[in-house]
């Protein structure tokens, strides 16, 4: 079982809609890092969190420490949101470890 | 991310071949680190530099591969000799904290190298 679990794999979206990706990892940490990649392109980071939320735009990321668990929200979904979403935790091993990615497609 | 220039972009080469990728980060940062991305693994860790000193290459995969940094404002991966296995995108990143996880990172646009 790997250490950083994202759900789902992949996510089609119309549209305006309001999405939510998923992340759960099974060490513990100090950080959990979501990251976005374009198709082709670069490695955005969108938030580092500890506890709580955060917002930024359209985009909202919560952790839960106590469940271990984190989520991305998308609200009013844009074509241009298509993308990969990236969760990766820090923590005792002074390094990052990555989810596999949710590849997300809105379509207009 | 503008912080981090990374060089050549693309690279396409033959096995067996020597190949030297390019990162210059932007300045005050603590920590560089040098990540593979492959579809088969996802992004994995080859080894990070503070204040730049190797601290972990344990995930550099064999000994053909090799990292410098000879300052604050550039780093090398370097691979000799290079085989096919070692197509995939090659991520430099930074960041600007005091930690190597709890500090948000900054990346380059990677190098895409193929080895044919």
């Known amino acids: 079982k790997n250490e950083v679990e994202q759900s789902p794999q992949n996510l089609t979206a119309q549209e305006g809609e309001f999405i939510t990706i998923n992340c759960s990892y099974s060490v513990g940490i100090s950080a959990l890092h979501w990251l976005q990649q374009h198709p082709g392109g670069g490695i955005v980071s969108l938030f580092m969190l500890s506890s709580g939320k955060k917002k930024h735009g359209r985009l909202i990321a919560t952790i839960n420490i106590q469940e271990k668990h984190s989520s991305l929200h998308i609200t009013a979904s844009h074509p241009r949101d298509s993308a990969v979403y990236i969760c990766?935790?820090?923590?005792?091993?002074?390094?990052?470890?990555f989810g596999t990615g949710t590849l997300l497609a809105v379509q207009p | 991310d503008a912080g981090v220039i990374q060089s050549p972009r693309h690279e396409v080469t033959e096995m067996g071949q020597e190949v030297t990728l390019r990162c210059k980060p932007i300045s005050g940062h603590d920590y560089l680190f040098w990540y593979r991305q492959t579809m088969m693994r996802g992004l994995e860790l080859l080894i990070y530099f503070n204040n730049n000193v190797p601290i972990d290459d344990s995930g550099m995969p064999e000994d053909r591969f090799s990292a410098k940094m000879p300052n604050a404002s550039f780093s090398t991966l370097k691979i000799q000799p290079s085989e096919p296995r070692d197509s995939a995108v090659y991520f430099c990143a930074i960041t600007l904290g005091p930690s190597s996880y709890n500090s948000p990172l900054h990346f380059g646009n990677g190098t895409r190298l193929t080895v044919t």
């Open positions: 990766a935790v820090g923590g005792a091993t002074n390094k990052l470890i």
